[in-house]
């Protein structure tokens, strides 16, 4: 038999989803232009949800979760990679329908590999991640927006998690007034250290008032939570300030009035971190390993082995987790 490798492989059985983690020959990967040896992985919520079975992320099953993966080019097809280049994978169909990062390899086409980014190591590239990823395209939004730092407070919600921590520290790092909202009272210090100004609960954000309009509090917003948040950030945004809605863990639908938007001339801002055209995409990566990476990466990060998924899926799920969680399969090749 060829090379063996390790991954989480999460089967189908009755109405239940179970991962564990299994030895099984590369011909078991997809067809690519590229076999990348994985250094780390990382979870992120939508791992989660395609570990569960969720048929909006994942149809196929026995199937490899892991919507990111960095590491280094074992063989490659095209040009443009060459055995030992360091590369990061996020988005597009990988850990979707695609085999994903939690396993010691995967193989994708050409066009989804990005270049580690100088500025970056692989473990750094990993701790930042598609959540990485993810915040800041949702600040590049508002930057896009006209929000500058001069212009009041910027909302962060759901923010000990993946993309709420890294918006919070990269908007900090780039001098913007950041209020943190949390539903973990034990962990505003770490918001604090992360560079949030004021921390707030989660349910002052989660309200059923029937007025058009709240006081008007934020500059701009990155919103992860969705659902009753964003229709009370919606209300609460100053005239001309922007919103990023990029996350759906609170619900998927809100409620809106028009009157934000013709009276307050806000903008909403939706962020998409997987189809994200090339251009735009190095143009982030770029910006998160120089001016904008935040200095408390280490702070965020915790490590796991892919024994350990199973128990971190379920606390995602429950909105456990704080900060990143970084996969390193231990053993790539068996
Ligand atoms: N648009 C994109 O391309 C894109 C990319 C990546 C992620 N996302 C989405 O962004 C969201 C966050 O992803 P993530 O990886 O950062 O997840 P995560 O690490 O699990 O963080 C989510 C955070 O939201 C808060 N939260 C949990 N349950 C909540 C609830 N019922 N109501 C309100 N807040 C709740 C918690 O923070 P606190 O305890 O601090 O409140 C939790 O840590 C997800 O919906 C994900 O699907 C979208």
């Not at 918006?167 to 560079?195: C, F, N």
Request: charged fraction near 20%.
């Amino acid at each position: 038999m060829g090379k063996m490798f390790i991954g989480y492989v999460v089967k189908k059985d009755g109405d239940e989803f179970k991962g564990s983690v299994e030895r099984l020959p590369l011909s078991h990967l997809p067809q690519g232009d590229v076999l990348i040896r994985v250094s780390y992985s990382s979870l992120n919520y939508k791992d989660a949800l395609s570990a569960k079975g969720n048929p909006g992320v994942t149809r196929k099953f026995p199937h490899i979760p892991g919507i990111d993966a960095a590491g280094v080019v074992e063989e490659s097809s095209v040009p443009d990679f060459s055995p030992g280049d360091e590369v990061v994978v996020t988005g597009y169909d990988l850990g979707m329908n695609t085999d994903g990062g939690f396993a010691g390899y995967v193989r994708v086409p050409a066009a989804w590999v990005v270049p580690l980014p100088k500025g970056l190591t692989l473990r750094e590239s990993m701790i930042l991640g598609t959540a990485g990823f993810t915040a800041a395209l949702s600040v590049h939004h508002l930057i896009r927006g006209g929000v500058t730092p001069d212009r009041g407070p910027v909302l962060v919600t759901g923010a000990t998690g993946g993309v709420g921590s890294i918006a919070v520290s990269i908007l900090a790092k780039l001098g913007y007034s950041v209020t943190a909202s949390s539903g973990k009272r034990d962990q505003y210090d770490l918001l604090r250290s992360l560079g949030a100004k004021d921390v707030i609960p989660r349910e002052t954000l989660d309200t059923d008032s029937p007025k058009a309009f709240l006081k008007p509090e934020w500059a701009g917003a990155v919103d992860t939570v969705g659902g009753k948040t964003l229709e009370y950030i919606l209300k609460s945004t100053m005239y001309m300030g922007s919103v990023s809605s990029c996350g759906l863990v609170g619900g998927s639908s809100f409620c809106t009035t028009v009157f934000p938007f013709i009276i307050r001339g806000i903008s909403l801002y939706g962020v998409d971190s997987v189809e994200c055209p090339m251009d735009l995409r190095l143009e982030i990566w770029n910006r998160l390993s120089g001016e904008w990476k935040p200095s408390t990466l280490d702070l965020l990060a915790s490590e796991i082995g892919l024994d350990d998924l199973s128990s971190a899926i379920e606390d995602i799920l429950k909105g456990k987790i704080k900060g990143r969680t970084l996969v390193v399969p231990r053993s790539n090749a068996v």
